[in-house]
């Protein structure tokens, strides 16, 4: 779905359909998967699920999620606009605004009803996906990120994702103190498959393998793959350290099913070529991925 995705032209109405998709989906994650079984799996979503539980004594039901979500993002939109300027908000405000209107409209109900391990993987599938989605239209949901980057102005000796960590290994930590060990062990489970999804939505899905070949026999080896696979092979000039030797590399990127078909060909030339085989996350050519003219 995705790799389709990335070859479409980025118009502005299709990235705001892909936005107003995201931030639906990652609202159904939070309201009706992670909230119900206390998941705080950090980001101000997580802070709002923790002040929904605090203030529940004091408020029945809690102040609910959509305007603790916007309540606490307002005052850094606020301050990131006097440092970083109108451009830097520009579709992380829509973003974070319509998680708020999702949080809002969406009705509570529990699909995983006290299930822990299914909602820190079904959860965390869907707000891999959700976050991919608001990531890949270079939009974020404010947050935890947005209070990394402008600290980040500040500390400048770390990187904006080493700030988000810390910030959200303390949401998370938060947790444990609100609802004890068990969810937030949970609740680390979802972020780790977040993380995971959200880079394969990014990087792509079409994994491919890479291959380096040190052989003597290359022109052969070569004719061969390009023959046999109807696959491109580059030659790469290097020398043998220790032999002090010149050498031809062959690099050749091909689909996981043809590498088996690619080191019986080498192996069949010559029995004592040296064979690197790497994956490859996304590749775009012929072949592989074509981008379409407009």
Request: aromatic share 12%; with cysteine.
């Amino acid at each position: 779905m995705m790799n389709s995705f990335s070859i479409k032209k980025r118009n502005p109405v299709f990235l705001y359909f892909v936005i107003t998709s995201g931030t639906g989906l990652l609202a159904f994650a939070i309201k009706c998967i992670f909230d119900p079984v206390s998941l705080v799996t950090g980001g101000f979503t997580g802070i709002a699920i923790l002040i929904k539980a605090l203030t529940n004594m004091f408020y029945q039901g809690g102040i609910p999620l959509w305007f603790a979500n916007l309540a606490l993002n307002v005052p850094f939109f606020i301050l990131a606009y006097k440092i970083k300027g109108k451009k830097f908000i520009g579709r992380t405000a829509y973003a974070t605004v319509l998680l708020s209107v999702w949080l809002y409209l969406i009705p509570e109900i529990d699909f995983v009803e006290g299930d822990y391990i299914l909602a820190a993987i079904f959860g965390g599938v869907l707000a891999g996906i959700a976050m991919g989605m608001i990531l890949w239209a270079n939009a974020t949901t404010g947050g935890t990120e947005m209070v990394a980057v402008l600290l980040q102005c500040r500390l400048k000796h770390y990187s904006v994702a080493q700030i988000m960590q810390v910030l959200d290994g303390m949401i998370v930590l938060a947790g444990v103190y609100v609802f004890g060990l068990r969810p937030s062990m949970y609740a680390i489970v979802a972020i780790f498959i977040t993380s995971k999804v959200t880079d394969t939505i990014l990087e792509g899905m079409k994994f491919s393998k890479a291959a380096y070949i040190v052989t003597d026999h290359f022109q052969e080896i070569a004719r061969q793959i390009m023959e046999d696979l109807n696959r491109g092979v580059t030659g790469l000039e290097a020398q043998g350290m220790y032999s002090g030797e010149k050498k031809c590399v062959l690099y050749c990127v091909v689909s996981k099913k043809e590498i088996v078909s690619l080191k019986e060909i080498v192996h069949q030339i010559d029995e004592s070529a040296f064979v690197i085989v790497g994956d490859v996350r996304e590749v775009h050519g012929e072949g592989f991925i074509e981008h379409k003219k407009s």
